[in-house]
């Protein structure tokens, strides 16, 4: 199997934090953090059952609550800065930890692409299929095609996907920790071929006592699931930070590459090649901001309009709420 199907990170047991090198919470609150999850997992087993069978907007709201209900009673909160669109589209966003899809479903409870593997994990697998999750199994590569047009489908049908088109986890600090491969462009085809836009989100986390950046939450290496539910539950104050960027609306002949690699600079907010340039993404009321992208070899090019946000919270350290500059790739 290539790193084309099975991409890899530059992390390693060095990316996590050392014993006494974070904030924990005091072995009582672990306990009750681990018993409320349980407790919450038993819950969505039962959700699981009723969701098939519920309308559209109660499901969407029950896996909201749910996801919401599970961060409370692990001691995560919840940022979340910019306002996804209403209507039908594919979220793409990076991938750090198990805890990303939580995230996701507690801003927007879409449907979800994940790899086949996660269909056999206890309890979560069997929430993972009633919430309609798009699998892929990447050792089978003819399949692909497929599993795009699932979701293209999925699109068609109003309803928003969410992928971490990164294929992996890695720590979400160290720049060199990325996968090589960058976005993998696949997902993309079934935005292109619907017309829906394209959200590019920031998923990262902080402690909560120090307001540094925190891996604590990574699921990267050889590690298994349980010894990084119980290193996530110990953090004494942890903040996942979900940051929405501007939308993009692909044409028709848009090369799906090219707004991957737009994408992919969108979320991590860096040049993704030595030719990118930036456009200012401004809070105030404005016209769609044209973002021109290559088209594929036999069409023109393509502009893809990226509409602007609405009014923001801005955070210490950030660009000042006149304007911020977001690197898109040319």
């Not at 499901?59 to 306002?83: N, S």
């Not at 198990?98 to 995230?103: E, S, Y």
């Not at 992928?163 to 986890?169: I, K, L, M, N, Y």
Request: with cysteine.
């Amino acid at each position: 199997m290539t790193t084309l199907w099975r991409p890899i990170s530059g992390c390693g047991p060095e990316c996590l934090p050392g014993p006494g090198e974070a904030p924990t919470a005091s072995a009582v609150r672990q306990l009750g953090r681990a018993a409320g999850l349980l407790g919450m997992l038993g819950l969505g087993v039962g959700l699981a059952a009723v969701l098939p069978i519920l309308p559209t907007r109660e499901r969407q709201a029950a896996l909201r609550g749910w996801a919401r209900a599970t961060a409370r009673v692990c001691g995560v909160r919840l940022d979340v800065r910019g306002r996804l669109p209403r209507r039908r589209a594919l979220l793409v966003a990076n991938h750090v930890s198990w805890w990303d899809v939580l995230a996701l479903l507690a801003v927007a409870p879409a449907r979800l692409v994940a790899k086949r593997e996660v269909r056999r994990w206890p309890l979560v697998g069997l929430l993972a299929h009633a919430a309609g999750t798009v699998f892929v199994d990447r050792a089978r590569p003819r399949e692909l095609p497929a599993t795009v047009g699932r979701v293209a489908a999925a699109l068609r049908s109003g309803r928003s996907v969410a992928v971490f088109p990164e294929g992996t986890t890695w720590c979400g600090a160290a720049t060199t920790c990325r996968p090589p491969t960058g976005f993998r462009p696949a997902m993309f085809q079934a935005a292109i071929d619907t017309g829906a836009p394209v959200v590019p989100l920031r998923i990262g986390y902080r402690c909560g006592v120090t307001g540094a950046t925190s891996t604590a939450p990574a699921f990267v290496g050889d590690e298994n699931l349980v010894r990084s539910v119980r290193r996530m539950l110990a953090v004494r104050r942890l903040t996942v930070c979900v940051d929405i960027a501007a939308a993009l609306h692909p044409g028709r002949s848009a090369d799906r590459r090219a707004l991957a690699r737009v994408a992919e600079s969108a979320v991590h907010l860096v040049p993704s090649s030595p030719a990118a340039r930036t456009a200012p993404v401004t809070s105030e009321p404005t016209p769609e901001q044209p973002v021109r992208v290559p088209a594929r070899p036999d069409a023109g090019p393509v502009v893809l309009p990226v509409a602007t946000r609405p009014p923001a919270a801005t955070s210490p350290g950030s660009p000042s709420a006149g304007e911020r500059e977001l690197p898109l790739a040319a």
